[in-house]
């Protein structure tokens, strides 16, 4: 069954930077394209980030192009998400999401419609 957790959530200043990480222990990640989605209170969930399954295609949502870089680590299992020059607007619930339509993915897409296996979600907030 695949289960994905996110980490590394937390209160930052603005300007700030933040690593979140989307880790499996049920799986391995190597080849799964992995999302990453935000939502705050209030909002609409809205895609940020995805990375595909192999050849290490990726996508960012403009709100968030320039500032946040998604990557693999797959020494450690995981997918980060380095978010840099973090603003207020960035304070949400973040979530990493993946499928098993995903697995050895060449492709990417925010916001794609497709994920079924999400993670808990990890609380980032951005305030001075």
């Known amino acids: 069954q695949l289960q994905v957790v996110e980490s590394g959530g937390g209160l930052v200043h603005p300007g700030g930077s933040l690593t979140l990480s989307c880790a499996a222990s049920?799986?391995?990640?190597?080849?799964?394209?992995i999302g990453w989605f935000r939502q705050a209170t209030g909002k609409k969930r809205e895609g940020i980030s995805c990375?595909?399954?192999?050849?290490?295609?990726?996508a960012y949502a403009d709100s968030v192009k320039g500032r946040f870089t998604i990557s693999r680590d797959n020494g450690k299992n995981a997918v980060h998400l380095q978010m840099n020059d973090l603003e207020p607007e960035d304070t949400a619930v973040y979530y990493c999401?993946?499928?098993?339509?995903?697995?050895?993915?060449?492709?990417?897409?925010?916001?794609?419609?497709?994920?079924?296996?999400w993670g808990q979600g990890t609380e980032v907030t951005v305030s001075s």
């Open positions: 999401a993946t499928s098993s339509t995903m697995y050895v993915s060449s492709w990417c897409v925010v916001d794609y419609p497709g994920y079924d296996v």
């Open positions: 049920t799986f391995s990640l190597d080849y799964y394209g």
């Open positions: 990375i595909s399954g192999r050849d290490g295609v990726t």
